[in-house]
C-alpha cells in the first residue's frame, strides 16, 4: 500500500467511524460515571445502573417491549415466510410487480404515516366490530408485525431466489406431496434466513417510537417511549446506562443475524456451485 | 424376475431389437405430445416409443425440447396436447410424485441439510416402509455405488462424482419402472466422465430398469445408449441404433451432429439400378455411389463423408476416374492417436481427413503444401437429400 492513499483513507475512515460511534461511546463511558451530572465526570461506580434496574416504571416498559418485540417479530414470520415464498415461488402471475413491490413498501414508508393509518383502522374497526377494544400491547403488536413483516418477506424471498428449485422437485420426484416438502425440505433450508428475519424484526420493533406513540394506550409505554418521556424531563445518568444495555442487546443481535444471513448466503452460493457444471 | 434374468433381459434388448419387431409393445409411449410454452412450441407433435430395458438417449443442442420431454415423463410438465403412457398406464393428470418415476437431477439436487444416508432413505420413508427394511435397502444401494463409507457425510463434503453416484443411488433405490436422468454426467470432468459412463451402464444392467437420458454430448449417448432421439427445435430428426445415426444419417442435420463430416453438394447426374453418378462444383469431380439414389436427374443432393473414411494418396491413382479429388494440405493437427488433414481442394473447397498414428517410428507421409489424392471406397458415402 502506498504511503499517500493510506493516509488518506485512514483519516477518512478514523473520521467516518468517529462521527458514527463516539456519540455512542461517550453514552457508555458517562453511563459508569458518579456524579449526577451527565457531562462531569467524578469518578467509575455501577450506581445508576443499579437505580435503573429499581426503577419500576423503565422495568415495565422495558418487559413491554420485550414481550411486543418477540410477539411481532413471531407474528411478523408467520406473515412474512408465505409472501417470501410465493414472491419467489409461485411462478409469474399477473401483477406480480405490483404485489412485490406492495409486499416492501412499508419498508420506505414515512413511520408518521404508518402510524396514523394504523391508529385509523384500530378506531374504526372498534367502532364496528369492538375489537380491538382500545388501544395497547396487542394494537402494537399488530403494527410492528405489518412492517416486519415486509422485512422477514424480502430476507425469506432472496434466500428462496437463490435456493435450487430442482432440489424440491427432487423431493416431489420422491413421493413427497408439496405440503410435506415445504415442511422437510424448504423450511430446513431456508431456516437461518427465517431466523435471521425474526431477530431483525425483533430489533426493529424494540428499536420503535413513532409508530408505537400512534397505537399506544395506557399501561403500554414502550422503553423508548418511557426514554423519550423521560429525556424531556431532563436527562438523567440512569438513561445513560439503559442505553448502555439496548446499545449492548441490540448489538448481539445484529451480529447474530448477520451471521446468520453470510451461513445462508454461503450454503447458497454452495448450493449454485453444485448446480454448475465444473466443466 | 431374479438378478440373472433381469440381466439377461437387458443384454437380450441389443440382440432382440424390440424396435424392429412390430408386435412388440412399448413400454414408454408419447403419443402426438406437444408442449407449448407461450407462442413457444417447446415439444412439438412428438410420437416416441421406448422399450422395456433399454438406455434410451435423447440427444440434441440447449432449447431443442429434450428436458421439457423428459420433465413431461417425470410429470412436472403437463403436455399441452397429446398422451403419455408408462407401461400401459395414461399419466395425464398423475403428479409427479405418484409416477412410477424417479429422476437423476443434472444439478443432483441433493438435500442439502441431510446425511448421504437420510438423502437415499427420503423416497423410501415417503412409501412409508418399515424402518428396518429402510435400513437394508440403503445400505446396498449405498454398496452398489461404492459409497457405503460416505454414509454419515453431508453432500457439501462430497467431490462431484461423489455426489453424482449419491444421486443416482438415491433415484435408484425406489426401483422405479423407468429412471429419468437429466444430463447424468454434465457436471463431472471429462476423465471422470468417461470412467462413469461404463459404471452408469454397468449399473443399469445389474438393476434392469429402463432409463431414459438426456444428453447434449454426442459421445456420451453414443457410448451409453441402445437407441437414439437426435432433436432439434422440438421434433425429433431422427432415431436408431447409435450405428444407424451415424453409419446412415437421414439429414445433414444428423450428420453433423453425431462426429465429424465433410458434407458435398452435388447434382444427380447418372441413376441405376445399382449405382449412382454425382456431380459436384464443390469438390471439382464426379462421385460414384455403389446404390441407387432416390431421386430424379438434377436433383441437388448432399455427400456426407466422414474423415476417418478418406485416405490420402500422394500420388494420382490411374485405376478410376471417380471418387479421387486433388488438392493441397493447409493444415495437419497431430492429435496423438491421430492426425487430422485439411486439405483445400482445386475447387477451393476444404476437405478433412483423419488418418491414424499407428507406427511410433515414422516420418510423416504429408507435410504442409504436398499435394495429394483425397480418395474413398464408393459405399463410404452417404447420400442425403435434406
New interface residues.
Given amino acids: 500500500m502506498t504511503g499517500k492513499r493510506s493516509t488518506f483513507l485512514l483519516s477518512a475512515l478514523v473520521f467516518g467511524f468517529a462521527f458514527l460511534y463516539l456519540p455512542i461511546l461517550l453514552v457508555i463511558i458517562y453511563s459508569f460515571n458518579e456524579g449526577k451530572l451527565v457531562t462531569v465526570w467524578t469518578g467509575f461506580s455501577f450506581k445508576w445502573y443499579v437505580s435503573l434496574f429499581s426503577n419500576d416504571g423503565m422495568i415495565d416498559a422495558a418487559w413491554n417491549s420485550l414481550r411486543i418485540g418477540v410477539m411481532s417479530a413471531t407474528l411478523a414470520l408467520a406473515v412474512g415466510t408465505p409472501a417470501g415464498l410465493v414472491m419467489s415461488r409461485f411462478g409469474r402471475f399477473k401483477s406480480r410487480t405490483l404485489f412485490s413491490g406492495m409486499v416492501a413498501a412499508p419498508l420506505v414508508m414515512p413511520e408518521v404515516i404508518t402510524g396514523l393509518s394504523l391508529l385509523l383502522l384500530f378506531v374504526t374497526l372498534e367502532q364496528l366490530i369492538g375489537w380491538p377494544a382500545g388501544r395497547g400491547v396487542t394494537t402494537i403488536v399488530i403494527a410492528h408485525t405489518t412492517f416486519c413483516a415486509a422485512y422477514v418477506a424480502v430476507v425469506v424471498q432472496s434466500r428462496l431466489a437463490g435456493m435450487d428449485t430442482s432440489v424440491e422437485e427432487a423431493a416431489m420426484d420422491l413421493g413427497a406431496k408439496p405440503a410435506k416438502i415445504f415442511f422437510v425440505i424448504t423450511l430446513p433450508m431456508i431456516l437461518p434466513a427465517l431466523l435471521a428475519g425474526w431477530l431483525l424484526s425483533f430489533t426493529l420493533s424494540l428499536d420503535d417510537l413513532v409508530i408505537a406513540s400512534f397505537v399506544a394506550g395506557p399501561g403500554s409505554t414502550t422503553l423508548p417511549m418511557k426514554v423519550f418521556s423521560s429525556v424531556r424531563l431532563g436527562v438523567s445518568p440512569e438513561i445513560n446506562a439503559l442505553a448502555t444495555l439496548i446499545i449492548l442487546a441490540v448489538s448481539v443481535m445484529i451480529v447474530i443475524s448477520s451471521l446468520l444471513i453470510l451461513r445462508s448466503e454461503r450454503a447458497r452460493s454452495r448450493s449454485m456451485d453444485q448446480a454448475t457444471p465444473e466443466n | 424376475m431374479s438378478q440373472g434374468a433381469l440381466q439377461k433381459a437387458h443384454e437380450d434388448v441389443h440382440k432382440t431389437q424390440p424396435w424392429n419387431n412390430p408386435e412388440a409393445v412399448p413400454f414408454i409411449r408419447f403419443e402426438n405430445v406437444t408442449k407449448k410454452f407461450g407462442d413457444f412450441y417447446a415439444v412439438d407433435d412428438v410420437s416416441l416409443d421406448i422399450y422395456r430395458h433399454e438406455l434410451f438417449a435423447l440427444l440434441g443442442g440447449s432449447g431443442c425440447g429434450k428436458t421439457t420431454l423428459l420433465r413431461m415423463l ?3 410438465e403437463e403436455p399441452t396436447a397429446g398422451k403419455i403412457f408408462i407401461d400401459g398406464v395414461d399419466m395425464a393428470g398423475v ?4 409416477r412410477p ?3 437423476m ?9 441431510m446425511t448421504v444416508e437420510q438423502n437415499v432413505a ?2 423410501l420413508h ?2 412409508g416402509l418399515p424402518k428396518s427394511e429402510i435400513r437394508t435397502l440403503v445400505s446396498d444401494m449405498l454398496a452398489l455405488v461404492q459409497m457405503t463409507k460416505f454414509a454419515k457425510r453431508k ?2 463434503q462430497l467431490s ?1 462424482g461423489q ?1 453424482q453416484r449419491v444421486a443416482l443411488a ?2 435408484l433405490v ?1 426401483k422405479p419402472k423407468v429412471l429419468l436422468l437429466d ?1 447424468p454426467l ?5 476423465k471422470l466422465r468417461e470412467q462413469t459412463q461404463f459404471e452408469l451402464v454397468n449399473i443399469q444392467e445389474k438393476v434392469g430398469t429402463t432409463f431414459v437420458m438426456v444428453t447434449h454430448d454426442q459421445e456420451e449417448a453414443m457410448t451409453m445408449a441402445s437407441r437414439i432421439a437426435v432433436m432439434n427445435e422440438g421434433v425429433i430428426r431422427q432415431l436408431g441404433t447409435p450405428f444407424e445415426l451415424y453409419e446412415y444419417p437421414n439429414s445433414r442435420f444428423t450428420a453433423n451432429f453425431l462426429g465429424q463430416v465433410n458434407l458435398i453438394e452435388g447434382t444427380l447426374v447418372d441413376d441405376d439400378e445399382k449405382y449412382a453418378v454425382i456431380h459436384s462444383d464443390d469438390a471439382g469431380g464426379e462421385i460414384y455411389i455403389d446404390h441407387a439414389v432416390q431421386g430424379h436427374e438434377g436433383a441437388t443432393l448432399w455427400i456426407a463423408l466422414r474423415p476417418e473414411r478418406l485416405r490420402l494418396l500422394t500420388e494420382k491413382p490411374t485405376d478410376t476416374k471417380y471418387n479421387c479429388l486433388s488438392g493441397k494440405v493447409e493444415e495437419i493437427g497431430y492429435l496423438g492417436g491421430l492426425s487430422t488433414y485439411h486439405v483445400r481442394l482445386d475447387s477451393g473447397f476444404r476437405i478433412k481427413v483423419t488418418e491414424p498414428n499407428s507406427s511410433r517410428h515414422i516420418e510423416p507421409r504429408y507435410t504442409w503444401e504436398d499435394r495429394v489424392w483425397v480418395t474413398w471406397e464408393a459405399g463410404a458415402a452417404s447420400v442425403l437429400n435434406q
Avoid: I, V, W
Wanted: no cysteine; aromatic share 16%; glycine share 12%.
Fill in positions: 417425470a410429470g412436472f403428479p409427479a410424485y405418484e418415476t424417479n429422476m437431477f443434472q444439478s443432483y439436487a441433493l438435500f442439502p441439510h427420503f423416497g415417503q412409501d453432500p457439501h462431484g455426489r438415491r433415484s425406489k444430463e454434465g457436471a463431472l470432468d471429462k
